[in-house]
């Protein structure tokens, strides 16, 4: 089962792992925005995770998901804040009110959070942002799903689908953003947004990938 304290888990080290990556993708985000996308990130995965951690103990996943959306957005005023805050939303959702959700549900969530980022952020795959990391990895998880995988075969496709997504980005020409105003000059630079998001979808694949049990 995948469970509240799961969930508190897997946003402290969302906190820790995009807190240590802070200064490269703020570093990133200098080439082709405003170099704080690495603050703006670290912020507000800090900030979800508190919200998450001050719960009382009979929260649902719905709560800790909702808890971490409102956290987001407060920590965070830029458009990621927006977009994260709307993915947590569509999550809790996703979850329910229950204290526990079976494991084979859990790329659901991931499906949810993309749909969430995608519906918000009024953007499609090749216009070099985060979803064009989201989008392939809800695929992988529908289609492991779809074909019976097991819970750590799904979280592979998902983390090599995030992955393949951040890295395509390099060959693309913003056309959203801030970045957009650079036109060609984006090229050959992977959107900051991509890289967050495959960072974050690595962690939670790592996470419930080392989880076998239903």
Known sequence: MLTTGDIARVFRQLADTIGAARDELCRLDGVIGDADHGIAMADGFAAASRAIDVLP???SLADQLNAAAKGFL??????SGPLYATALMRAAKAAGARAEMPLT???MLIVAMAEGIRSRGKAEQGEKTMVDVWTPAAAAA???MASGLTLPEIMARIRDAATVGAESTKSMVATKGRSARLGARSLGHIDPGAASAAMVL?????DWGQRVKA
Not at 74 to 79: H, L, Q, R, T
């Open 202 to 206: 690595n962690v939670i694949a790592d």
């Open 57 to 59: 103990g009979e929260a």
């Open 142 to 144: 529908e289609q492991g």
């Open 105 to 107: 549900e859990a790329p």
């Open 74 to 79: 407060n920590a965070v005023g830029a458009s």
